[in-house]
């Protein structure tokens, strides 16, 4: 069975200093892995993924993740935060045999103090 | 905002009511998605519709009702509920076309009270 973790349930940061949401997972195959962000109030929104290819993947807001497979890793960066970026952040992962279902982890709140 | 939509965005009701939640997808996607997030859990899966078809029912109470009348529309009928199912109710839709790396895109949630 797949899963995901994140360690973390609070980040808390200084803007204008480097970001890192961890995120660590499990499959039996090879990994999807998402990154989606959660602003108060609202849905959830997509930031960046992994399929294949380049480990580091780019995203939205200046987001990137650094996929490290022998770690089964997929940590969320940005070199500089923002007060804006406060918000909640999910790991989710899919796994072939899983059909198109997302395991997500618990969700890390990320706190940007100016 | 993204391009599904749910109403209504906020609902308090009593164990004995009856009401619907309503999603609807305006993005041309084949899939959607029922999810419970509250407080004490993470995002939790509660029912797949795959082209109207209920594909994944996680063992989710039977005071949960969910109806996928065409691939746009998702409703939730919700009947004699308990506290503990106050919750954010998101919908959520995407494209199954065989490609593993297609993303769900999420609706805005249903923040729901039961008195």
């Known amino acids: 069975a797949q899963s995901v973790a994140q360690p973390e349930d609070q980040v808390n940061v200084a803007e204008g200093n480097p970001l890192t949401v961890k995120c660590t997972y499990s499959v039996s195959g090879n990994p999807y892995l998402f990154w989606y962000v959660q602003y108060p109030n609202r849905g959830l929104q997509f930031l960046l993924k992994?399929?294949?290819?380049?480990?580091l993947v780019k995203g939205s807001y200046g987001f990137e993740a650094e996929f490290n497979k022998s770690q089964t890793s997929f940590h969320l960066k940005k070199p500089s935060a923002l007060v804006s970026d406060s918000a909640l952040y999910f790991c989710?992962?899919?796994?072939?045999?899983?059909?198109?279902?997302?395991?997500f982890g618990g969700g890390t709140r990320l706190m940007v103090k100016p | 905002e993204t391009g599904v939509t749910q109403t209504p965005r906020h609902l308090v009701m009593g164990m004995t009511n009856k009401k619907s939640l309503k999603c609807e997808q305006h993005?041309?996607?084949?899939?959607m998605y029922w999810y419970k997030q509250s407080a004490k859990k993470p995002l939790e899966l509660m029912f797949v519709?795959?082209?109207?078809?209920?594909?994944e029912n996680n063992s989710v109470p039977s005071r949960f009702s969910p109806e996928c009348p065409n691939s746009s529309h998702l409703f939730l009928h919700l009947h004699t509920l308990q506290p503990e199912d106050s919750a954010l109710y998101l919908c959520?839709?995407?494209?199954?076309?065989?490609?593993?790396?297609?993303?769900?895109?999420f609706g805005p949630g249903t923040r729901l009270t039961v008195l």
């Open positions: 959520a839709s995407s494209q199954l076309s065989g490609r593993p790396d297609n993303e769900q895109f």
């Open positions: 989710a992962v899919r796994d072939m045999g899983a059909g198109n279902m997302l395991t």
């Open positions: 992994y399929i294949t290819g380049d480990n």
């Open positions: 519709y795959s082209l109207e078809e209920r594909v």
């Open positions: 993005l041309g996607h084949n899939a």
